[in-house]
């Protein structure tokens, strides 16, 4: 069966990276592109971006461009996000999700498995 | 802000039908997925495409679209349909995803 388990919670401080991990299984892991999106506690959901497992490539929300790296480890199959510069605005869970093949997408875009949250807080 | 919006919080009675709106520009050009999320859980995939359902969402969920509007209906709704849900699809320059503001759904 399809897996996204991601790592375990992570408490930094004001200006620190966080790199949080993404363990994907039950599937051809370079058929799907994994995203990642994050809840500020309270709020609601937050597109990040995406990482091609495939060829390594990425794409991120404007916001997040030039302070997010997604990679990949196919070795592994295990995907990774990189924060960088965090700020306690950056205090969420962060989910992985597995997206559609590329033949899936003929029936719609969708995020059908994922992760089950890692909690990122920022604190001094 | 996002260019997705979402009555933010909706009631049914149980057993009655209540549908979610999801507005945005880009709906005019694209479909939307729509997701559960109950209290402390991750989101769940309820619809997606012109109306599809995943393996094991119930039928009493419906999807449809019309103009820059798209909908999930809850046929019959349930007391464990109670949750917040989301819409998410392209942002208006086609080349983002983005996520509605959220609706708070409440079973009576």
């Known amino acids: 069966q399809v897996q996204l388990v991601q790592s375990g919670a992570e408490v930094k401080k004001p200006g620190a990276s966080v790199k949080v991990s993404c363990k994907t299984s039950g599937y051809t892991f370079t058929d799907h592109f994994i995203h990642w999106v994050r809840q500020a506690p309270g709020q609601g959901l937050e597109w990040m971006g995406w990482?091609?497992?495939?060829?390594?490539?990425?794409h991120y929300a404007q916001k997040f461009q030039g302070r997010v790296t997604m990679t990949r480890d196919t070795s592994i199959t295990t995907v990774y996000m990189e924060v960088t510069r965090l700020t306690s605005d950056d205090t969420a869970m962060y989910y992985c999700?597995?997206?559609?093949?590329?033949?899936?997408?003929?029936?719609?875009?969708?995020?059908?498995?994922w992760g089950h949250g890692i909690l990122v807080t920022v604190s001094s | 802000s996002s260019e997705l919006t979402q009555d933010p919080a909706v009631s049914v009675a149980l057993g009655q039908t209540v549908r979610i709106t999801c507005q945005g520009d880009s709906l005019r050009r694209y479909y939307a997925s729509w997701y559960q999320q109950k209290t402390r859980q991750a989101p769940v995939l309820v619809m997606y495409g012109e109306n599809n359902r995943p393996s094991g969402i119930p039928e009493r969920f419906f999807g449809s679209k019309s103009g820059n509007t798209a909908s999930l209906t809850i046929t019959g709704a349930q007391a464990e349909d109670e949750a917040d849900y989301y819409c998410?699809?392209?942002?208006?320059?086609?080349?983002?995803?983005?996520f509605g503001t959220g609706t708070k759904v409440t079973v009576l």
């Open positions: 998410n699809s392209r942002d208006s320059s086609g080349y983002y995803y983005v």
């Open positions: 999700a597995r997206g559609p093949t590329s033949y899936d997408l003929l029936t719609g875009y969708r995020l059908d498995y």
């Open positions: 990482t091609n497992p495939n060829t390594g490539g990425t």
